[in-house]
């Protein structure tokens, strides 16, 4: 296949450094200078659980001027606007643009490329930008496309099958937006765990905070729920176990336990947004994840008082007037409705 990858870090280099040997046509696009500059020189290198150095055909955005058919949208969801501007006049009749990201990014897309053209994914492979030309992968998780609407379609189906042969197992699925919606609600958790220096297994350990986690996945499974979106369970995590009218301890259990395999299995323990604020000090993606979700059950009147609380204190810590800690998942915990706190207010 011809694939532009547009944002080579993380994901889009793990992505390119296996379709390319594979001998797919890959061009992959960034913003970042010195890693288009490294990865000209020297070749895009993969350390973790692939080890090797792909020759691949690097961009700089600005130098983009040419048709793109298939196009893998690989930058955080904060630059998903800037990144398709000089893209949306280059796809080609039948091209479209596969968003690779978290958050609920498709609406989005298709406002600026046409909701035709958008083609859905999950994913909870992982890993990270090292340095220029260098990306560690952290290991393979699941991999899904499927069209918003749901239906079945050659484009997606020939996505998972070119996926499954030369990256990693994937599926085309009718039910894309229960999966994104899902990975938005475990999101919301990872989000919280970022607020703390501690890795997210040990930290979806502390018994304390379950509550206030499991109150955070299910505001947002409540709100796809009220939108008509079926979540789905991802790597054995289910948000709809959640939102029961009971509480079932031995599948909430179950849950964690599964998040907690996944995160120990790729041998690191930080998410994305953790890293954004601890190590880069920069913006992260929260306005993408939460923020739409809590303005969806806002249209929808409903209360999601730690989402919002979760807003409020990424917000802060970005901007360096909120202290990371435990006292930010206390704070989100004295939030969280329970018998002794019927209405979850602030204690
Ligand atoms: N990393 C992970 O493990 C996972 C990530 N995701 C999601 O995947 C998406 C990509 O994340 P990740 O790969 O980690 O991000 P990275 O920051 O590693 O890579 C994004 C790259 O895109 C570049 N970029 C920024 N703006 C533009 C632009 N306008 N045009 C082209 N390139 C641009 C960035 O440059 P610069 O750094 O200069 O901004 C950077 O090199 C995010 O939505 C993330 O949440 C989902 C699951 C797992
Ligand atoms: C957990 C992971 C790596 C993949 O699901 C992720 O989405 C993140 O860190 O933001």
């Known amino acids: 296949m011809k694939i532009h990858i547009i944002g080579a870090g993380a994901i ?17 696009v960034d913003a970042n200078e010195e890693h288009v500059e490294a990865i000209k020189a020297n070749g895009l290198t ?70 035709e053209r958008v083609v859905g994914s999950l994913l909870t492979f992982g890993g990270y930008y090292a340095s220029p030309g260098v990306i560690h992968y952290m290991g393979p998780g699941t991999l899904l496309v499927g069209e918003m609407d749901g239906r079945p379609s050659a484009r997606t189906q020939e996505l998972a099958d070119t996926f499954t042969r030369d990256f990693h197992q994937a599926e085309a699925t009718g039910n894309i937006a229960g999966a994104l919606w899902s990975k938005a609600a475990v999101g919301a958790a990872y ?39 079926r979540c789905v369970a991802l790597d054995g995590f289910d948000p709809a176990v959640f939102t029961a009218v009971s509480r079932d301890a031995a599948r909430a259990d179950a849950a964690w336990k599964a998040q907690q395999d996944y995160w120990r299995a790729h041998g690191l323990g930080r998410t994305g947004v953790w890293r954004d604020l601890a190590v880069h000090h920069r913006q992260t993606e929260v306005d993408q994840i939460v923020g739409p979700v809590v303005a969806l059950a806002r249209e929808q009147g409903r209360d999601v008082p730690l989402l919002t609380g979760l807003l409020d204190l990424v917000h802060g810590a970005e901007q360096g007037t909120v202290e990371r800690g435990t006292a930010c998942l206390d704070h989100l915990a004295s939030l969280t409705k329970s018998p002794t706190n019927p209405k979850g207010t602030t204690a």
Do not use: C
């Open 12 to 28: 889009g280099g793990i992505v390119a450094a296996h379709l390319v040997p594979a001998g797919h046509d890959v061009t992959v």
């Open 46 to 115: 993969l350390t973790g659980h692939v080890e090797r150095t792909v020759a691949v055909r690097a961009l700089h955005i600005s130098e983009l001027d040419e048709p793109l058919s298939t196009v893998l949208l690989a930058v955080k969801a904060r630059h998903t606007g800037a990144a398709l501007e000089p893209i949306a006049p280059l796809l080609t009749g039948d091209g479209y643009v596969v968003s690779m990201q978290n958050g609920l990014e498709e609406a989005k897309i298709g406002a600026l490329v046409g909701e």
């Open 191 to 229: 989000i919280a765990t970022a607020l703390v220096d501690e890795d997210v297994p040990v930290i979806f350990g502390w018994p304390e905070y379950r509550p206030m986690f499991e109150a955070l996945v299910a505001e947002v499974a409540g709100v796809a729920a009220a939108v008509g979106v």
